[in-house]
């Protein structure tokens, strides 16, 4: 279980999330919904120690960290080791092929034998639909096949938590869809995730938990029916406003 309490984090003098208490339960998804601007990705960037809130406590796999006291760079990478951060734009190394972008990781963080990880970088190919790309360069890819890509590669470093970040919001509709079978299918198979998106029927297939952020406050934070079913009215508006 990931647990975060009264996280809070500014950029210069103006705060943008104020005081969050949630937490992300493991083997489920929690989809984090909530207009632009609101904190979805401060708070997820938060999580993964690429932005350092002031003030909290971060409780991770009985380690409990206090934001506003200095954080090692060891423990930050011991940290990043259990999470895996999918980005909008993949994020993929141009120079590598499709099947060395994956196999990077796994041979050069995690010492895997080479041959072990290029079979296991072929299974996940095959999972995304990417099987005969494997020797192909990022530059050949479409977007949609980039994101799977990059999801194969999270994939393979065997973390505990994947976060991402709209994963599908560069994408043309035809491409989001094949991206988002594939994260329906490793939610299926218990993958801890923790997804920011838009697209409402997307969270409602996927999501175990939800967490609605407007203006860097939680109004929502329970289980996916409850949110769909919910007689908040400013929830109501948000949701007719994104269909
Ligand atoms: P969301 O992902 O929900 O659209 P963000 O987390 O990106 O929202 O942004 C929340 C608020 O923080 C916004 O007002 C945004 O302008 C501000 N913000 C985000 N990143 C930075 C930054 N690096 N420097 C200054 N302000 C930022
Ligand atoms: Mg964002």
């Known amino acids: ?25 493991d083997h489920q998804t929690t989809v984090i919904l909530g207009p632009s601007g609101s904190g979805k990705s401060t708070l997820l960037r938060s999580l993964n120690f690429l932005e350092r809130p002031e003030s909290g406590h971060y409780d991770f ?73 494997a020797n192909e360069y990022p530059s050949q890819l479409s977007g949609g096949q980039s994101q799977r890509v990059a999801i194969a590669r999270s994939l393979a470093m ?43 029927a997307f969270a409602r297939q996927v999501a175990d938990k939800i967490l609605f952020v407007e203006n860097g406050h939680i109004l929502f934070d329970g289980p996916n029916q409850d949110f769909f079913g919910t007689q908040n009215q400013r929830i109501l508006d948000f949701i007719s406003a994104m269909t």
Not at 61 to 87: C, K, Y
Not at 175 to 182: D, F, M, Q, S
């Open 61 to 133: 796999d009985g380690e409990n960290l206090d934001w506003s006291q200095p954080i090692g760079n060891a423990t930050i990478l011991q940290i990043r080791r259990h999470t895996e951060m999918v980005f909008q734009g993949y994020n993929l190394f141009p120079h590598l092929s499709v099947l060395k972008n994956i196999t990077e990781g796994p041979i050069h963080v995690l010492h895997h034998e080479k041959a072990a990880a290029q079979t296991e970088a072929r299974q996940l190919l095959a999972k995304v639909g990417l099987a005969d790309k």
């Open 1 to 25: 279980m990931l647990k975060v309490s009264q996280l809070t984090k500014s950029f210069g003098d103006q705060e943008v999330l104020h005081g969050l208490t949630t937490s992300f339960p």
């Open 158 to 200: 065997h973390p505990e938590y994947i976060f991402l970040d709209e994963p599908t919001s560069a994408l043309d509709p035809e491409l989001e869809l094949g991206v988002l079978k594939v994260l329906l299918q490793i939610a299926k198979e218990k993958q801890s995730m923790i997804i920011v998106t838009h697209n409402l």
